[in-house]
């Protein structure tokens, strides 16, 4: 007497085995089922296109001319999917493309409050980000931080691509303002031990919150009297105002992460203010507040007071 188990085994065995030619026809059949399905939606899709914005002569549009740069103007041609517009307030015409084009007035959106956009105050566009919706009235924020207010027919929701332009270019204006926070807080050139201007010297000279270079033309008291090779031809200025040319007895304490002044390529330019990213013996690797990485000798900055 078998055991269940064991007779079940030996019925599957003795089953006639199914035939290649049944499996591959029902493989076949599937994949047709599927191809008519597919079939099916695509033309389902063709028979229902998204629809695309059409332009025509005279439209009033806002165009992205570059990544994050709007301006405000009217069709003046449509060629597919070209178009050429005449700026508001210019006699140049322009060609973009069709997808980089903003209709005027917009039609109605859903609005979130901080939601990127491109927004229309005065005779500009520009990124922004909104801070406020009260029915028809918008509050919202410049990159640089400034408040403004606007109503829905001012603000335009951006596409895909213009929505990663605008988080790009707030990228870059915040890193801007806090290299520009940080290099403030950085102060002025560390003062030399025991040094004292002297007539016809070349050094350096505080005018507003810029340092430029400057001679000194005479000295009398506390204060000294200035030949420029700046826009601002001479000055007078409290010696505190004044600072050596380099180099500096304080290069070798230079770290990354410190300030510096670097000398201009024009004499008549202000000495920027950089940051130290690599020091290499004599050499400096110095970034500005847009990123550039730029070499310089230990001659050509001037540490700022830690």
Known sequence: MFSRSLASTRE???????????????????????GCLLFACSKRAADNPVPTEVYVRGDHVVAEQSAAEFFEGRVLAVDGERLRLQAFGGSDSLNVAASDVYRLPPAPHELTV??????????????CRLSMISGNALQARSASGELFELTRDRLLVPSALTELNLKRYFARIESEQAF????????????????RPSVRERLLVKLGEQWFTGYVRSIDGDTAEISLSSAQRAATVALSALSAEPPSSFVAELRRGDFVLLRPESPAEPWPRMQVRAVNDAELKLTDATGSVKSATVRDVIPLRP
């Open 12 to 34: 599957s065995r003795t089953k006639a085995p199914v035939p290649l030619q049944r499996i591959q026809s029902r493989r076949s059949a599937g994949a047709a089922l599927l």
């Open 180 to 195: 520009a926070r940080a290099a403030e807080r950085a102060g002025d050139p560390r003062p030399e031990p025991s040094w």
């Open 114 to 127: 901080n939601m990127l956009a491109i927004c229309g105050h005065g005779d500009a566009w520009f990124p």
